[in-house]
């Protein structure tokens, strides 16, 4: 009880957090820039030695020069010839690695940085899609949607889970990555996530027509569950519980992220082939 109170607690004001910093785009931007820049050193501290300090650094850099230019790009009319600049942290971090010492036998090691632009960087780069239409105007609703929708998949699985996945004999999710999601905890998770899109259909939240909003959030539910997985899977390679700490019951900012890591870009390419941002 005393664990559901504090993931409830954290998960509360992470949401208040979320919320209050959507309400405008340099607050969405600099929420964003922040996440980044912590999911990163959370990724670097479970998956790397110590070291790499100032390319480390560069990688954080790049990462959030990725997303800026970007939110420039698309909410402020930024020349998209501009975005090419996110490459230059890129390049200097492999200059770096030239001049150290053990240049042949840490290049295994240093691929490390690299991997997180790909997993972390970029498609929190591309929740820039879910916030700016196509004349640069502003809106959050899409992306904290998106966001609700995790969340209750989240919630539905956990109650659901604990209530009736965990009895003897029940079958597991996939227990080699994470013993305890079962079966039952998805079916709650899509059953509170489906409720959630009609009541934010029903009231003008999700401006999709239903068909829409189902398949976003079969979407959600899918990828979230995957990437979730995704995460259990480097946390497990690395011996750790939780990538990090900043949130009570939950760990790190990159547990509370990890579905959207993979939510966020399929959402996006789902709206962008159906015309929908």
Not at 6 to 29: D, E, H, N, Q, W
Not at 55 to 68: D, G, M, Q, R
Request: with cysteine.
């Amino acid at each position: 009880m005393g664990t559901l109170v504090k993931r409830c607690f954290s998960g509360l004001v992470f949401l208040v957090a979320m919320v209050g910093c959507s309400m405008f785009p340099y607050t969405f931007a600099v929420a964003i820039v922040f996440s980044i820049s912590v999911m990163m050193l959370e990724y670097f501290n479970i998956t790397m030695e110590k070291g790499f300090f100032a390319e480390k650094i560069i990688s954080i850099i790049t990462a959030v020069s990725l997303f800026i230019l970007l939110f420039l790009f698309l909410g402020y009319g930024l020349d998209s010839k501009y975005l090419l600049l996110a490459f230059l942290p890129l390049i200097i971090n492999f200059i770096l690695l030239m001049f150290r010492k053990n240049a042949q036998e840490e290049h295994i090691k240093s691929s490390g940085l690299f991997f997180p632009l790909i997993y972390i960087a970029l498609p929190i780069a591309t929740s820039n899609f879910l916030v700016f239409d196509g004349n640069g105007n502003y809106s959050a609703k899409i992306f904290l949607s998106i966001f609700i929708l995790i969340w209750m998949n989240d919630i539905g699985a956990y109650i659901f889970g604990m209530a009736f996945g965990q009895k003897e004999g029940r079958k597991r999710l996939f227990p080699s990555l994470s013993p305890k999601k079962s079966w039952a905890g998805v079916i709650g998770g899509v059953l509170l996530a489906i409720i959630s899109a009609i009541i934010m259909y029903i009231l003008g939240w999700m401006k999709f027509s239903m068909l829409h909003c189902l398949a976003i959030t079969l979407i959600v539910v899918v990828f979230s569950t995957f990437g979730d997985l995704f995460e259990s899977l480097i946390k497990r390679n690395c011996g750790v519980k939780d990538a990090g700490n900043i949130m009570p019951g939950h760990g790190g900012l990159l547990d509370r992220f990890d579905g959207a890591l993979f939510v966020i870009p399929v959402v996006v390419i789902y709206l962008k082939i159906f015309l929908l941002i």
